[in-house]
């Protein structure tokens, strides 16, 4: 495995008058700002990537992130919980339970799609 973290991170964008919103009207393009510039500031670069993601169909609930191998997802992600995601799930193997998605999250993505 080429990285020992990757950090999908969506920036993925509608129409303002889309209904279910989109991770760059939620911060999604500073959050991934922040990822890299944490990953320059703890000389990670080459071993973990902040990657641009397309819609990871979570929207209702962005921004949304998703770091691999473990595969946890993040949603209602915010500026100010990036350094505490970064430390917990990129430099350690610790999930940030606030912001994590559990089957809540995606039993309440369901309610508000069937509304
Ligand atoms: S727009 Fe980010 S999950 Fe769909």
Redesign the pocket.
Known sequence: MKYNKHIFI?I?ERSKDSPKG??TRKGGQEIRLRFVQLINKYGLKGKVRANKSG?????EM?A?VVIYPQGIWYTKVALEDVEEIFKSSVLGDEIVDRIASTQETWDELKRIRNK
Do not use: K, M, T, V
Not at 55 to 59: G, P, R, S, T, V
């Open positions: 969506c993925n989109d991770c819609c990871l169909d979570a929207c962005g949304a």
